[in-house]
């Protein structure tokens, strides 16, 4: 900024490069949450934003001034699929770093997924005789599961399949639990409970293409002083003749990875028995006719879009008893 007797303040954070599209809609959870538990248990589980509402509840914050008053909570609904265990991996440590060691798939698996891929079914016995064999090396297990969007209302035919990570225990108990999880159809409501803390991991709204004010909030020039108003004034010396990867540049915004950390499940219900969808359906995604969350405040992405709750990473000390719900309001999005 050649006017300037002064350096400029940052413009816009370097925390999230590269600012690039994701190649996928599925979230990639890089850790898992360490559960100090007696029994192994599932760690995340994958879910499909509804839409939004409001809910009033009593206040729970014993050290706030509106404690035992009535709250009113902006809050998502996510609709959550039943998901099918279809096998689970082991990993191993080398070099301080994790990598597969072996994988196992159940014998029997849904048909949707030869749609992803084709598995080999037939050494699954010797697979798992080696993975016990070897408990001393294994670090790390985790949970291969298949998810339909179908089973939502969804039009896609093709299953999500990924990773979710097993916690808890003893790696022995682990792979245990692994073993009695294959093939078995597994509940949002199995895992989650009302009152916890989440983390929401998705994939963001994508806006295409857009320059530098709307991109990294760089500040628009002053009125006539240049040719161009919405550009960065400067954007390197003259030596080194070079671009910094920190300046400010256009290009791609939205459909990046980002984690919401600590939101609080208010309810999880079955639909069939607590009705949630507003007349007319949600919009854009229609009825929720099965088993479903409802999260305080916003979650990351559009509607429709697998988004991943799973354990907190940094957990937070606080009663988890379930919410007291006075209200929850289903007033007609559709006017």
Wanted: proline residues 7%; positive net charge; aromatic residues 8%.
């Amino acid at each position: 900024m050649g006017h300037r007797k002064h350096s400029s303040p940052r413009r816009g954070s370097l925390a999230f490069i590269p600012r690039a599209r994701k190649k996928s809609f599925i979230p990639r959870v890089r850790t898992w949450a360490k559960v100090s538990s007696d029994k192994p248990i599932l760690l995340g589980v994958p879910t499909f934003k509804a839409g939004s509402l409001h809910v009033m509840t009593t206040d729970d914050r014993e050290k706030t001034p509106n404690f035992g008053k009535p709250l009113f909570n902006a809050s998502t609904v996510m609709a959550a699929a039943p998901i099918t265990v279809i096998g689970f991996r082991a990993y191993e440590s080398t070099n301080g770093e994790l990598h597969a060691f072996a994988d196992v798939y159940a014998k029997e698996l849904p048909k949707e997924v030869g749609r992803k891929f084709k598995i080999n079914l037939k050494d699954a016995d010797k697979r798992l005789k080696f993975i016990s064999d070897s408990i001393s090396r294994l670090k790390q297990v985790a949970a291969l599961v298949s998810v339909k969007p179908k089973d939502v209302g969804l039009s896609q035919k093709t299953p999500y399949i990924f990773e979710v990570g097993i916690g808890g225990a003893d790696i022995k108990a682990q792979v245990e639990y692994a073993k009695s999880l294959l093939g078995k159809t597994i509940k949002a409501s199995d895992i989650l409970k009302p009152g916890m803390m989440v983390d929401a991991i998705a994939i963001t709204k994508g806006k295409g293409f857009e320059g530098p004010v709307t991109r990294m909030g760089v500040k628009r020039k002053q009125h006539k002083s240049r040719k161009s108003v919405r550009a960065v004034g400067v954007i390197g010396p003259w030596h080194p003749s070079t671009i910094m990867y920190t300046v400010p540049r256009a290009g791609q915004m939205g459909f990046h990875q980002r984690v919401d950390m600590h939101k609080k499940i208010l309810a999880i219900a079955n639909a069939k028995e607590k009705p949630i969808t507003p007349a007319g359906g949600f919009l854009h995604f229609g009825i929720v006719n099965d088993e479903y969350l409802i999260l305080k405040g916003s979650v990351p992405g559009p509607v429709r879009r697998i988004v991943t709750l799973k354990v907190p990473v940094r957990p937070i000390k606080f009663k988890a008893e379930p919410p007291k719900i006075l209200q929850v309001s289903t007033i007609s999005k559709w006017s």
